[in-house]
């Protein structure tokens, strides 16, 4: 079975500080992951993924997440941040090995950043 | 403009009242996907569909069902809703699956009283 985990809850970080936002996964074959944010009222919108390659990936609004097979994980960062980036931020992983639909997210990470 | 578009984005109902929540999306993507959102679980997935005529269940279907007739359209029914169904339910549809990322709408708030 696959699964996901987002260890905390919230995040707080002063703008212009680099951000780690964690996210660990468990798959039987190997992970699609995805990172996903949620503004306000708003629906989610997709900010990176990781499929098969380079283990960096970059992705919208300066994001990139590193891909760590061994560690099972696929941390969110961002080198400096800003106020805007204050959001929800959700983690998503899909098992190559599984022929179902199924997406599965973790239970998100509230992101402060603040001035 | 490509979207998926929910309705209705807020709703409150009595308990055992029928209602349908509607999707579409006109990106001509052949997954669509339901999901119900609640404060510390994250996104549960309630229903998926691969294609036309071709669902499956997620992790949260219990009292729920869906049909997908034609491409564009995923409703989502709740046929005798209670106060536990209760949540954000957000609809998505994806190109290019399983690799393909989502694309979701904008969220519909329900309340069953």
């Known amino acids: 079975a696959q699964s996901v985990a987002q260890p905390e809850d919230q995040v707080n970080v002063a703008e212009g500080n680099p951000l780690t936002v964690k996210c660990t996964y468990s798959?039987?074959?190997?992970?699609?992951l995805f990172w996903y944010v949620q503004y306000p009222n708003r629906g989610l919108q997709f900010l990176l993924k990781?499929?098969?390659?380079?283990?960096l990936v970059k992705g919208s609004y300066g994001f990139e997440a590193e891909f760590n097979k061994s560690q099972t994980s696929f941390h969110l960062k961002k080198p400096s941040a800003l106020v805007s980036d204050s959001a929800l931020y959700f983690c998503?992983?899909?098992?190559?090995?599984?022929?179902?639909?199924?997406?599965?997210f973790g239970q998100g990470t509230t992101l402060q950043v603040k001035p | 403009e490509a979207q998926v578009t929910q309705n209705p984005r807020y709703l409150i109902t009595v308990t055992g009242k029928k209602l349908t929540v509607t999707c579409s999306q006109n990106m001509n993507h052949e997954y669509m996907s339901w999901y119900r959102q609640d404060p510390g679980l994250g996104l549960r997935q309630i229903y998926y569909?691969?294609?036309?005529?071709?669902?499956d269940k997620g992790d949260v279907p219990e009292g729920y069902k869906v049909s997908r007739k034609e491409k564009r359209n995923f409703p989502l029914i709740l046929e005798s809703p209670s106060p536990n169904q209760t949540s954000l339910y957000f609809c998505?549809?994806?190109?290019?699956?399983?690799?393909?990322?989502?694309?979701f709408g904008e969220g519909s708030r329900l309340t069953v009283l």
């Open positions: 990781y499929i098969t390659g380079d283990n």
């Open positions: 798959v039987s074959g190997n992970p699609y």
């Open positions: 998505a549809s994806s190109f290019g699956w399983p690799t393909g990322e989502l694309f």
């Open positions: 569909s691969m294609n036309v005529e071709v669902t």
């Open positions: 998503a992983v899909r098992d190559d090995s599984s022929n179902t639909g199924k997406l599965i």
